[in-house]
Nanobody, 120 residues
Framework: QMLLGESGGGLVQPGGSLRLSCTAA????????MGWFRQAPGKERELVSC???????SYADAVKGRFTISRDNAGNTVYLQMNSLKPEDTAVYYC??????????????WGQGTLVSVSS
């Protein structure tokens, strides 16, 4: 069974940092594009960041310069380091496995989501 398990969400003040982790089970995450999506209340789910199977990183404009995606293939884990957090970053964050990229309609495995709340 292919699973993704996220952790690291929580409540943080504006300007703070969090690191999300996503550990894969049942497959080797390094063979795939891995992404982080988020869904804020009342909004559609959006792609935040993707790391390809060749370690090419991409970011949504809203998070460029503040978020960094990385992977630890030995630990079968993908991370999202989030710095300078803003209230508008509040959302449920989902880890996802793509194939060659992180196009949402081609996502094959989703995590259960972890809530990030940015508030003073």
């Amino acid at each position: 069974q292919m699973l993704l398990g996220e952790s690291g969400g929580g409540l943080v003040q504006p300007g703070g940092s969090l690191r999300l982790s996503c550990t894969a089970a049942g497959f080797i995450s390094g063979f795939y594009a891995m992404g982080w999506f988020r869904q804020a209340p009342g909004k559609e789910r959006e792609l935040v960041s993707c790391i390809s199977n060749h370690d090419v990183e991409s970011y949504a404009d809203a998070v460029k310069g503040r978020f960094t995606i990385s992977r630890d293939n030995a630990g079968n884990t993908v991370y999202l380091q989030m710095n300078s957090l803003k209230p508008e970053d509040t959302a449920v964050y989902y880890c996802a496995r793509g194939n060659n990229d992180c196009t949402e309609r081609y996502i094959e495995v989703w995590g259960q989501g972890t809530l990030v709340s940015v508030s003073s």
